[in-house]
C-alpha cells in the first residue's frame, strides 16, 4: 500500500511537474495548492532534495523545483526514494534482499514465485511511468470532464427552452442607490 508520505510527495512533484514555467514553489504554496499538511510536506520535500529529485532555492522567488525534466523521473524513482524497495515481501527484493528464515529453497516457494511476479509487474509499470506521463493523463481527465460538464449544462438547457414551465425564471436584481 502506498504510504501517506509516498502519496504526499508524488502529488507534489505532480504539481511541481505540471508547473509550465518549471519555477521554484514555496511549500506553503504547495501545501496550499495540493492541501496536504505543511509542515509534513516539509520534511518529504526535504528527503526528496537529499535523493537528488529536487532542488531548492532560498531568498524572494525560492522554492522547490525539479532537478530534471518531468519526462526524466520515473514515479517508481519517487516511490523507492521515498517508501523503500517496490517488493512486497523482502526474499523478493532487488536493492534489499533479506532471506525468509522459514523458507528451504526460494526457487520452489510458491510465494517467493508470486511475490516476484508482483514485484516486476510492479517495477515495471512503476518504472515505465514519468512524472510526465501522469501529468498528461490528469490534464486529459480534466479536459474530458469539463467536456461532460458543458454537456450536461447545454442539455440542462435545452430542456428548459422546450419546457418553459420548468425553466428557472431570471429574476433581475436592483441596484442600491
Wanted: positive net charge.
Amino acid at each position: 500500500m502506498l504510504s501517506h508520505k509516498a502519496k504526499y510527495g508524488l502529488k507534489a512533484l505532480l504539481s511541481l511537474a505540471a508547473d509550465v514555467d518549471a519555477r521554484p514553489v514555496m511549500v506553503a504554496e504547495l501545501a496550499k495548492r495540493e492541501r496536504l499538511p505543511k509542515k509534513f510536506l516539509e520534511q518529504i520535500l526535504l528527503e526528496l532534495k537529499h535523493r537528488g529529485l529536487l532542488q531548492s532555492r532560498r531568498g524572494k522567488g525560492g522554492g522547490y523545483l525539479l532537478t530534471r525534466p518531468p519526462t526524466k523521473v520515473s514515479v517508481g524513482e519517487v516511490l523507492r526514494a521515498l517508501d523503500g524497495p517496490l517488493a512486497p515481501t523482502p526474499c523478493t527484493s532487488e536493492t534489499a534482499y533479506v532471506k525468509c528464515d522459514e523458507c528451504e529453497d526460494e526457487t520452489t516457494c510458491g510465494i517467493h514465485m508470486l511475490m516476484k511476479e508482483v514485484r516486476d509487474a510492479t517495477a515495471r509499470i512503476l518504472d515505465s511511468t514519468s512524472l510526465a506521463d501522469v501529468v498528461q493523463s490528469m490534464t486529459a481527465a480534466q479536459a474530458v470532464r469539463r467536456a461532460a460538464t458543458h454537456v450536461a449544462l447545454a442539455n440542462r438547457d435545452a430542456a428548459a427552452l422546450k419546457r418553459p414551465d420548468r425553466a428557472v425564471p431570471f429574476v433581475p436584481t436592483r441596484r442600491k442607490a
